[in-house]
T-cell receptor, first 111, second 115 residues
Framework: NAGVTQTPKFQVLKTGQSMTLQCAQD?????MYWYRQDPGMGLRLIYY???????DKGEVPNGYNVSRLNKREFSLRLESAAPSQTSVYFC??????????FGEGSRLTVL | GNSVTQMEGPVTLSEEAFLTINCTYT??????LFWYVQYPGEGLQLLLK?????DKGSNKGFEATYRKETTSFHLEKGSVQVSDSAVYFC??????????????FGKGTLLTVNP
């Protein structure tokens, strides 16, 4: 039972390159989220998907796009990476009583 | 809007000391409240939760009581261990209509426990 799986775990990009972070869950949850975590800033919501087929912007969506491919998968795409997007990215799903289940994180460095 | 304020760290304690990490919230409505823990290099894990006023959440020796009158959810542990060293996040979840739940996190408190 893997829970929430993120790939890749580490990535280094050059400014202007693109990449997609993948997230898959086997918990049969409807809602999925992408957060970024930066020192002193806590967790900030980038995008979320309340259910399959829907996506909505969070606090900091600029520079990102998402796709809810099916109930299991929710990907985050950086079309043209910038140094300000250096961060740790977490995918999460929401359980029936409101708690979140997080992946282990994807550590992205943009040079 | 909704917000969560938790005490700023870092907090440094000796093993077997008493721990309190303060958390207060503002919310329109009746939120569920959570404490999450993040160990170095890992994602966040749910530590405990409370879904209504006066509920007490507990896990692994940690406790927190949902106090509606003071809008607080302070985390406590009677005797900390070195293995409790981590970052602790207070959070609230509020139903936003349809399938939407608004989740708000505090900025986290780093706890270091020395032997």
């Amino acid at each position: 039972n893997a829970g929430v799986t993120q790939t890749p775990k580490f990535q280094v990009l050059k400014t202007g390159q693109s990449m997609t972070l993948q997230c898959a869950q086997d918990m049969n949850h409807n809602s999925m989220y992408w957060y970024r975590q930066d020192p002193g800033m806590g967790l900030r919501l980038i995008y979320y998907s309340a259910s399959e087929g829907t996506t909505d912007k969070g606090e900091v969506p600029n520079g990102y796009n998402v796709s809810r491919l099916n109930k299991r998968e929710f990907s985050l795409r950086l079309e043209s990476a910038a140094p300000s997007q250096t961060s740790v990215y977490f995918c999460a799903t929401r359980g029936v009583t409101g708690e979140l289940f997080f992946g282990e994180g994807s550590r992205l460095t943009v040079l | 809007g909704n917000s969560v304020t938790q005490m700023e760290g870092p907090v440094t304690l000796s093993e077997e000391a008493f721990l309190t990490i303060n958390c207060t919230y503002t919310a329109t409505g009746y939120p569920s409240l959570f404490w999450y823990v993040q160990y170095p290099g890992e994602g966040l894990q749910l530590l405990l939760k409370a879904t209504k006023a006066d509920d007490k959440g507990s896990n692994k020796g940690f406790e927190a009581t949902y106090r509606k009158e003071t809008t607080s959810f302070h985390l406590e542990k009677g005797s900390v261990q070195v293995s409790d060293s981590a970052v602790y996040f207070c959070a609230l979840s509020l139903y936003g209509g349809g399938s939407n739940y608004k989740l708000t996190f505090g900025k986290g408190t780093l706890l270091t426990v020395n032997p």
